[in-house]
Structure formats: C-alpha cells, structure tokens
C-alpha cells in the first residue's frame, strides 16, 4: 500500500491538488475534512472534542484567545488520527489539515511521499473570500468580526506550527502565497511524490 500525504493549513488548496493528482494518475483520494463528523462521534478517549462539543458557536470562537483555541482545538492535537490511518487502503492520496507531521513521520514509507502546504495569511484569506466560505463559521456567532479575526489570527499560528515541526522533522513544505498557478502547485507536489 502506498500512501501519498499532502498536509497543510486551512485554504492552501490541499483538496484541490490532491484530486487532480488522484485523478491523473489513477489513485484513491481520501479527503479527511469530509471524514471529520464520523471521526468526532467514534473517537474513544479524546477529551478535547469533547470538550469543543460542548461548546456553543461564541464560547467556541469569540471567548477564547486564539492561542488557546489553538492549543485546545481537537483535530490540531491529534485527537483522532488513528482513525484516518485505519481507513486507508491500497494507494490513495490522503489529505487534510489534520495530518500533523509528527503524526504522519512514522507512517512514511518514503520522506518524498508527504507535503505540507503552507499558505500565507493573506493567500488564506483571499482563498476563503473567492470560496464563499470566509464567514461560513465566523457567521454563526454573536459578533462575526471578532470571530473571523480569532479565526485568521489561530489559522496563522498553526500554519507556523506546521513550518516549524517540517523544518525540525526534515519534511517537505511549500509556501503557498500565490506566486504559483495551480498547475505549477500540483506539478511541485507530484514532483516531490516522484510522480
């Protein structure tokens, strides 16, 4: 079984590239954002997801700092990894910002099989705005403004968590600021694969 891994933060364009790349070179794509809800109801011992759905929409957005929302979020914990990996079978693309690099390390059989895409804060933004999802969370709370703010400001830190843990565990990583057409991101990305 081989497993290609492409990791990163919120609006790089992971799912993007990650069907194209299935897509062109007959691979299965796993997408755990669409696995999320499934994983949170069968994840045995994960306090921290209990703990954030027992949260309404303002105590989940508004009334915490964005260091902690980032240091207590589930997903960015690892709670629930487990999961994905037991899902997976024969070669099979998987992406997701879930996929911590610390998590995914002993999973590789190659280094050259995991990226993380590592999106600037503007690029992040720009890419929310053209989706029509920037408020889609924000949205649903008593002060929308403060709310994307929090959101932007945690999605930035855990960006640079992920720059830091790639460069400390010898991974791949691109930034992605725009500079690249979407055709050059997923040759980088296949090229690191060795596709």
């Not at 069907?19 to 949170?40: C, F, I, K």
């Not at 979020?73 to 999961?83: A, C, K, P, S, T």
């Not at 059989?109 to 590592?118: G, I, K, M, N, P």
């Amino acid at each position: 079984m081989t497993v290609y891994w492409i990791g990163g933060g919120s609006g790089a364009g992971k799912s993007t590239i990650a069907r194209r790349l299935a897509g062109e070179y007959g691979l299965g794509h796993y997408a755990t954002d669409d696995a999320m809800a499934d994983h949170a109801s069968r994840c045995g011992d994960c306090p921290y997801v209990a703990e954030f759905l027992a949260m309404d929409m303002d105590e989940r957005w508004l009334n915490r700092s964005p260091q902690v929302m980032l240091d207590t979020f589930h997903w960015f914990r690892g709670e629930g990894f487990e999961l994905i990996v037991q899902e997976l079978s024969t070669e099979v693309i998987v992406e997701g910002f879930r996929l911590l690099p610390r998590l995914v390390k002993p999973h590789l059989d190659e280094r050259t099989h995991a990226v993380w895409l590592l999106p600037t804060p503007h690029f992040r933004r720009q890419a929310f705005h053209s989706r029509g999802s920037l408020w889609e969370i924000a949205g649903r709370t008593s002060d929308p403004e403060k709310a994307l703010s929090n959101l932007l400001e945690r999605d930035a830190m855990f960006t640079e968590r992920l720059r830091e843990e790639t460069k400390e565990l010898g991974l791949n990583a691109i930034e992605v600021d725009g500079s690249m057409s979407e055709n050059d991101l997923t040759a980088a990305v296949a090229a690191i694969f060795g596709l």
